[in-house]
């Protein structure tokens, strides 16, 4: 039962998306679509373009997620398989980064992006993320790396092995569960995000697919099957993922708890 | 040939070997391992984060290739300003109702999905969808929702004869903050469902069962059994659930950018107002720190009056 009223405002938003502008005026919100129609995602699709913001999202956020789970990976070796001086403050430094508001950041970032002149890019946003992306994956690949028993690399130690084929060639291998998790996540929020992409672009050259769908919310205050069209766009890619590795994104938010 | 070398090792040559081969490199290896990663959260998040309290002290407009410092400025503007009583008040209410829906429906959903075996994958799946939808997809969806004409809330009411309650949700001055709440609750309560889950999996089953045979009901043994054992989770999901509700901008902003008026204006969306649109970078600074201090007083706080309650537990 609470499934179900869970389930409408999905409902609502997929049966009106197939719907033309004058089944809605009558039609109302409930009912199937008299005769099923692709206006909605023609019109979001050409007119607005958001086939381009669909290729800016896509080019943005693949590099994020691997570089951010990459360079991560790197900084979660030595924290968690190396003692040394100040392992535990830099642990800290980096989980900290968990708790901040994103507003602490925006007007620095802004004027930095302008310096750097790199404003409207790629490139800043996916700097952007993979900095943001560092305290959960460091968090979380920390912990895993911990887990892992010490005989692992003392045996590749004499087998001539450097610290660099020990993380390559080994940790990394082993941590695939954690990596995958964070594939998930990172993609998911990556995807979704939406205030960097509002400060850090202006125009459609590098805004991703989440503004996109706020210009045409913008644009189209009347027409429901063309916004709804926008947004399921907008959804696929992280519902198809969700869908394909829902154990792993389960586990995802139980390890990475206090990141939202 | 490697085999060869590690079986002739004695164990106690492999130790030192291990040992010395750290010491000698001691901060190198981890000062090259960490540098890609420690330079860029270094620039992008704590020296912006930095920045920002530098700039809350001077006059920057944004523009402007120089500022001045100005002191307290900024600081005493913003607590002589209404508009920030009025969005850390909105904050504070969306604190207290996502504590309560979202929080007791996920447990709810939780215990219910944890007795019932079959389907519970699909289930999990249904609730847990919304956390996979972008803000903005969200705040199309329950826009729509909304619609004063034809949205399914005002249509629900009225053919259920409750007509009169309909409304402009969005618009109208007394009901926009708790319209985006509750849209949000839509999306936190998969999230709380997922991690409530998870603790009551954790609790040993031989628990229950003793509660149990003692003559407990399930409703006892829910209470004096597994609600406490979930205290680890709560501490989590209500951490989580505060630190969500100083930091919400997206749906504030997509489905009404703080409006009417000030009605659902909150910390962030106040800060973007001013940073972004009225160009008072250094006034939106000094918002943006004072919300940092905000949830770090909360936090502390919080955690530490959790942590002295676990204490006199033990």
């Known amino acids: 039962m609470l499934a179900i009223i869970f389930l409408v405002p999905v409902y609502g938003s997929l049966v009106t998306s197939f719907k033309s502008v004058e089944d809605i005026m009558v039609g109302g919100f409930w009912k199937f679509p008299r005769h099923f129609t692709f206006e909605g995602y023609i019109e979001a699709w050409k007119m607005q373009n958001l086939g381009k913001y669909l290729i800016n999202s896509i080019i943005i956020t693949f590099p994020s997620v691997v570089g951010s789970i990459f360079l991560a990976s790197l900084a979660a070796y030595p924290l968690s398989r190396i003692r040394f001086k100040g392992e535990k403050f830099i642990f800290i430094l980096f989980v900290a980064g968990l708790f901040l508001p994103p507003q602490i950041h925006l007007i620095p970032l802004f004027k930095l992006a302008n310096m750097l002149g790199i404003f409207d890019t790629y490139l800043v946003l996916i700097l952007t993320h993979i900095a943001f992306g560092q305290p959960i994956c460091v968090f979380i690949l920390r912990n895993f790396f911990i887990s892992l028993p010490h005989e692992i690399e003392e045996a590749a130690k004499i087998d001539g092995c450097n610290d660099f084929s020990i993380y390559w060639r080994i940790i990394l291998p082993l941590a695939k569960p954690a990596l995958a998790v964070l594939v998930i996540l990172q993609f998911t929020w990556i995807w979704n995000e939406f205030l960097w992409g509002l400060v850090l672009t202006q125009t459609e050259q590098a805004r991703p697919l989440t503004l996109g769908l706020y210009n045409l919310q913008g644009m189209f205050t009347v027409e429901w099957n063309v916004q709804t069209a926008g947004a399921n766009i907008a959804t696929i890619p992280t519902i198809i993922v969700f869908l394909a590795f829902q154990r792993y994104f389960i586990k995802g938010i139980t390890l990475g708890a206090v990141k939202g | ?314």
């Open chain 2, 1 to 314: 040939m490697r085999e060869a070398v590690v079986t002739n090792t004695s164990p106690l040559l492999k130790r030192r070997s291990w040992y010395s081969r750290i010491g000698r490199q001691r901060l190198l290896v981890p000062t090259v391992f960490l540098f890609p990663s420690l330079l860029i959260y270094a620039i992008f998040v704590l020296g912006t984060m930095i920045y920002s309290f530098v700039l809350s002290f001077t006059n920057w407009d944004g523009i402007s290739r120089t500022f001045n410092f100005i002191g307290l400025v900024n600081y005493i503007k913003l607590f002589n300003d209404a508009e920030f009583y009025n969005a850390l008040k909105n904050n504070l209410i969306w604190v207290v109702i996502s504590l309560i829906l979202p929080m007791f429906l996920g447990l709810l959903l939780a215990v219910l999905i944890d007795r019932q075996i079959r389907g519970e994958n699909i289930f999990k799946s249904i609730f847990y969808l919304p956390m996979t939808i972008s803000f903005v997809v969200i705040a199309v969806i329950w826009s729509w929702i909304y619609e004063p004409n034809l949205g399914i809330l005002n249509i629900s009411l009225r053919a259920v004869g409750l007509g009169f309650f309909s409304k402009a949700w969005l618009a109208s001055q007394n009901t926009a903050l708790f319209s985006i709440i509750i849209a949000a609750s839509w999306q936190l309560t998969g999230y709380s469902m997922v991690l409530f889950l998870a603790g009551l999996r954790n609790i040993p089953p031989e628990l229950i069962e003793a509660a149990e045979l003692d003559g407990a009901s399930s409703w006892q043994s829910f209470w004096h059994v597994i609600y406490p054992m979930l205290r680890s989770v709560r501490t989590i999901v209500t951490v989580t659930i505060i630190i969500n509700s100083f930091r919400v901008f997206d749906l504030v902003f997509a489905m009404t950018k703080g409006g009417p008026g000030t009605a659902s204006s909150v910390l962030a969306m106040f800060m973007y107002r001013e940073g972004f649109l009225k160009y008072r970078m250094s006034y939106g600074s000094a918002i943006a720190v004072m919300q940092f201090f905000i949830i770090l007083i909360i936090m502390i706080v919080y955690l530490w009056r959790s942590m002295k309650a676990e204490e006199e537990v033990y």
